[in-house]
């Protein structure tokens, strides 16, 4: 209440308003910073994350081919029997990767090609930029990306399907097909192959989290966060700069504002000093006070 009852000369501003002015634009470039923070840390860690099992995914596909290759194909093909995964790599991918999905249908895993013995491989739009893309650059042997395929965003995972000799035994020319290939695949589709020709490509993809809504999630929460610890900080320095500068300071007022009007004897109030700066102020100027007195009874003495 010193505060006003002192405050005979106007003021435009207080010191609390400036404190509370620097507070409240730190707290919003805070907030203002946070945002793209989140967005950042939250793209780069759904990212990282799919990325590792995108890597998972690839290599498990990877190592089934290498079983027909190594193991399978070797064993069976001098016996002369005939059936498609134990011979095909491809074929065996595509058979787990089917038996896969129906266990993590979020997944992404096809063999796609633009001219496929089975019609379920034709390519996506995505699978048909990719393949041109493929056949475009002869070099390329793996793309990695994220896309969207039936309206779903994935972190995708693309490799070349390249004729090599042995493809042709089964999609070469389709009167000399197995009848394991024919009957159920017919002749139509999936054959004449041509040596060192991209006919497919092995699409992997791994769902991407929707980065917005973590976004939107993350960014609440942290600003609630930032909230609260800014309201109490707020309130924390509000109350020190009223107790430790306001009303010393108030005091100090009050009684110079009563010394300049001729109340030499005003008492001091020390209630609210303190031994800091503003406690140096107080007693410099009831030293300034003391003096004056000393002075104004000399000249009347004398
Ligand atoms: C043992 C026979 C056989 C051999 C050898 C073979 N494939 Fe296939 N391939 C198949 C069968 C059967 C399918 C269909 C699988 C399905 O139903 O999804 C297929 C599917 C594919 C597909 C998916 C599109 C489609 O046709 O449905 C691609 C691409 C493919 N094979 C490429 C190759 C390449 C490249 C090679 C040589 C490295 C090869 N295949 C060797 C039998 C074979």
Same mark, same amino acid.
């Given at each position: 209440?010193?505060?006003?009852?002192?405050?005979?000369?106007?003021?435009?501003?207080?010191?609390?308003?400036?404190?509370?002015?620097?507070?409240?634009?730190?707290?919003?470039?805070?907030?203002?910073?946070?945002?793209?923070?989140?967005?950042?840390? /939250?793209?780069?860690?759904?990212?990282?994350? #799919? &990325?590792? %099992? =995108?890597?998972?995914? !690839?290599?498990?596909?990877?190592?089934?081919?290498?079983?027909?290759?190594?193991?399978?194909?070797?064993?069976?093909?001098?016996?002369?029997?005939?059936?498609?995964?134990?011979?095909?790599?491809?074929?065996?991918?595509?058979?787990?990767?089917?038996?896969?999905?129906?266990?993590?249908?979020?997944?992404?895993?096809?063999?796609?090609?633009?001219?496929?013995?089975?019609?379920?491989?034709?390519?996506?739009?995505?699978? /048909?930029?990719?393949?041109?893309?493929?056949? #475009? &650059?002869? %070099? =390329?042997?793996?793309? !990695?990306?994220?896309?969207?395929?039936?309206?779903?965003?994935?972190?995708?995972?693309?490799?070349?399907?390249?004729?090599?000799?042995?493809?042709?035994?089964?999609?070469?020319?389709?009167?000399?097909?197995?009848?394991?290939?024919?009957?159920?695949?017919?002749?139509?589709?999936?054959?004449?192959?041509?040596?060192?020709?991209?006919?497919?490509?092995?699409?992997?993809?791994?769902?991407?989290?929707?980065?917005?809504?973590?976004?939107?999630?993350?960014?609440?929460?942290?600003?609630?966060? =930032?909230?609260?610890?800014?309201?109490?900080?707020?309130?924390?320095?509000?109350?020190?700069?009223?107790?430790?500068?306001?009303?010393?300071?108030?005091?100090?007022?009050?009684?110079?504002?009563?010394?300049?009007?001729?109340?030499?004897?005003?008492?001091?109030?020390?209630?609210?000093?303190?031994?800091?700066?503003?406690?140096?102020?107080?007693?410099?100027?009831?030293?300034?006070?003391?003096?004056?007195?000393?002075?104004?009874?000399?000249?009347?003495?004398?």
């Amino acid at each position: 209440m010193a505060e006003s009852s002192a405050g005979k000369v106007k003021r435009s501003s207080s010191v609390r308003g400036r404190f509370n002015r620097a507070l409240l634009l730190f707290y919003i470039i805070s907030v203002l910073v946070s945002i793209p923070a989140t967005y950042f840390l /939250t793209k780069q860690q759904v990212l990282s994350q #799919a &990325d590792r %099992e =995108l890597t998972l995914l !690839v290599d498990m596909i990877r190592a089934a081919r290498n079983v027909v290759r190594e193991e399978t194909r070797p064993y069976f093909m001098p016996k002369g029997e005939f059936f498609g995964p134990t011979i095909s790599s491809t074929v065996m991918a595509n058979t787990i990767a089917g038996k896969f999905l129906r266990e993590q249908p979020d997944y992404y895993i096809k063999i796609a090609s633009d001219n496929p013995l089975n019609l379920k491989n034709l390519p996506e739009p995505l699978e /048909t930029q990719l393949l041109s893309r493929f056949r #475009a &650059d002869g %070099e =390329l042997k793996r793309i !990695v990306e994220t896309g969207t395929v039936k309206g779903k965003l994935y972190l995708v995972s693309a490799a070349p399907a390249k004729v090599k000799k042995g493809c042709m035994r089964c999609h070469g020319d389709p009167a000399e097909a197995p009848s394991e290939i024919t009957e159920p695949y017919g002749t139509t589709s999936g054959y004449h192959y041509t040596m060192g020709d991209v006919v497919g490509a092995t699409v992997v993809g791994v769902p991407l989290a929707d980065v917005n809504s973590l976004v939107v999630q993350r960014s609440i929460a942290v600003i609630i966060t =930032l909230s609260l610890l800014f309201a109490l900080v707020l309130v924390l320095v509000n109350l020190l700069v009223r107790r430790s500068i306001i009303n010393p300071l108030s005091a100090i007022t009050a009684h110079a504002y009563a010394v300049s009007h001729g109340d030499f004897d005003a008492v001091f109030d020390k209630e609210n000093l303190r031994d800091d700066e503003i406690g140096e102020l107080a007693i410099s100027f009831e030293l300034m006070r003391r003096s004056m007195l000393l002075a104004a009874k000399r000249l009347k003495g004398g």
